[in-house]
């Protein structure tokens, strides 16, 4: 996941720091605090020591969500926390496995601290199967080609990395940039923060420099400064040549100022739950806007700007026990030069698949009534962007609690040299009555059975002037149900008329 680019290298560092000298083979070090490990809460990190001969030789990681970890909320996204200990359980780094045996005391801590016990510890067991399938391939490598020969060739990777990113910077336009954008709120306040990034181009040298930026706010919505770093490689990534391996290296040529105590690199408790999922977005909205300054023909206009965090959960009547259900839903993504964004799907910090609605169904009590693409919410261009997606379901359960963490309800996802703005996301509770509930952006309310849950999620934001846009592609969308006939007039000049035999007559108004 994109989101977590930045925060593996500083969560080993600093996890590791600790166990300096004192471990053993088939111990693992297990911690999710933010300030360490470089997200949030639910993000799990566990890294296992690979010896080789008596002496480590290398590392295995890997970082999970969990769909749980405790706190005020069902799913542990509580859209109005205050401090991070309302947010979940905080497990400092220790030893989690000693001696390839999970400690039976630290697991009955922190299980006893999640709603869904039974389900993280297999999800941590899947975590540690993982490390073991690392630790094994590269004692595999290492029987075959020995130590020295490993480091040699770990080391000369990332320097490889290097100099392809430094080729890659030294094409770019010398000089500084820079650029805003804003979080519509807190969680707690309805006030607008600001992420202000300044991008200078020295030789084949970055600075990335924060200076400007909102300080941290008492909502939600604090990234901690791994987030931010992996919005920045994120960018990097995308704005270069792809056939370069993402490793340390790429990241050498760039230097970062994010001043302690602000939005993008808070202090403890601040909480940071939608730091990582929202804020990591709007990051990567400003600096891409930055570098539309300078690198126009590569940056796409943007996209839907939130991950639409969703999560809700209570007690199973049947069972007795806690259910919770956590979802991101996709979104549009924005028009760039010569191509309109993708239509409902995940973009930038986020990339996972959607859970298919029968699985759901099957585990959760609620029913999905409607999933599908929300016509006239990409924002018209040349090149159009992205639509989004309505979504909505029914609770079957006697109540539940639901949190929405998410973005862009209140400002739009921008569009690119003449691109309108794509449409803002939307959120309601629909009563059995049909009495129907606007929900803020960032919130936890109590539902009841036959609560109906419905999301409209922002299109992208499209790229040139809608006028020059190619009406046969207009035509196109009409028919695909992406545009109406009232857009494709009003915004795109063309009138497409819809005859009984279902042919398509243009006429352009230009």
């Not at 300080?215 to 992996?230: D, I, R, Y």
């Not at 028009?335 to 910090?349: L, N, T």
């Not at 585990?363 to 016509?375: D, V």
């Not at 997606?389 to 309800?409: I, Q």
Request: glycine share 10%; net charge positive.
């Amino acid at each position: 996941i994109p989101v977590h680019l930045g925060s593996m290298q500083l969560a080993v560092q600093k996890g590791l720091k600790k166990f300096d000298g004192k471990l053993e083979d088939g111990d693992m070090i297990l911690f999710n605090d933010p300030y360490i490990s470089g997200t949030h809460l639910p993000d799990i990190t566990l890294i296992c020591p690979i010896f080789y001969e008596n002496e480590i030789v290398a590392y295995s990681a890997n970082k999970a969500h969990h769909s749980d970890v405790g706190g005020k909320a069902p799913g542990s996204m509580a859209g109005d926390a205050t401090e991070i200990y309302q947010e979940g359980i905080i497990i400092p780094p220790v030893k989690f496995v000693k001696g390839k045996v999970i400690d039976e005391e630290i697991a009955n801590i922190l299980l006893s601290n999640v709603r869904t016990p039974e389900i993280r510890i297999a999800d941590l067991r899947a975590q540690i199967a993982a490390n073991l399938l690392g630790k094994q391939r590269v004692l595999e490598i290492v029987d075959k080609y020995g130590v020295e020969t490993l480091h040699k060739a770990m080391e000369e990777f990332m320097n490889y990395s290097e100099r392809r990113m430094r080729i890659e910077i030294s094409k770019m336009p010398k000089g500084s940039c820079s650029a805003e954008d804003y979080l519509e709120n807190t969680g707690t306040s309805n006030k607008k923060v600001k992420i202000k990034v300044t991008i200078t181009v020295k030789k084949s040298q970055l600075f990335i420099d924060y200076t400007g930026t909102s300080k941290q706010v008492e909502g939600p919505v604090n990234a901690v400064l791994g987030v931010t770093l992996s919005g920045i490689y994120y960018v990097l990534k995308c704005l270069t040549d792809p056939s370069i391996p993402m490793n340390d290296g790429c990241y050498r040529p760039i230097e970062i100022y994010a001043p302690e105590g602000t939005l993008v690199n808070p202090t403890p408790p601040a909480p940071v739950a939608g730091g990582n999922v929202e804020t990591s977005q709007r990051n990567v909205d400003a600096l891409l806007k930055a570098f539309a300054k300078i690198l126009p023909e590569k940056v796409c206009a943007a996209c839907q700007g939130t991950m639409n965090n969703i999560a809700v959960g209570g007690i199973n009547p049947e069972s007795g026990k806690h259910w919770t259900f956590y979802e991101t839903i996709a979104g549009g993504f924005g028009g760039r030069k010569g191509i309109d964004g993708v239509d409902a799907v995940h973009s930038h910090m986020t990339n996972t698949m959607n859970t298919p609605i029968e699985a759901i169904e099957t585990i959760y009590p609620i029913r999905f009534l409607k999933y599908e693409l929300r016509k006239d919410s990409g924002g018209p261009g040349k090149w159009r962007g992205g639509v989004g997606l309505e979504r909505s379901w029914m609770l079957l359960a006697p109540s539940a609690t639901l949190s929405v963490l998410a973005e862009r309800t209140k400002t739009s996802p921008w569009g690119l040299y003449g691109g309108k703005p794509g449409a803002k996301g939307e959120y309601y509770i629909i009563k059995p009555t049909g009495k129907r509930i606007k929900l803020k952006s960032k919130c936890t309310v109590k539902i009841e059975k036959g609560d109906i849950f419905l999301v409209k999620t922002p299109g992208g934001g499209g790229y040139g002037s809608p006028l020059e846009r190619n009406s046969e592609l207009v035509r196109r969308d009409v028919l695909n149900g992406l545009v109406s006939p009232e857009s494709a007039k009003k915004d795109y000049g063309v009138v497409v008329n819809l005859l009984q035999s279902n042919n398509v007559r243009l006429k352009q108004k230009r």
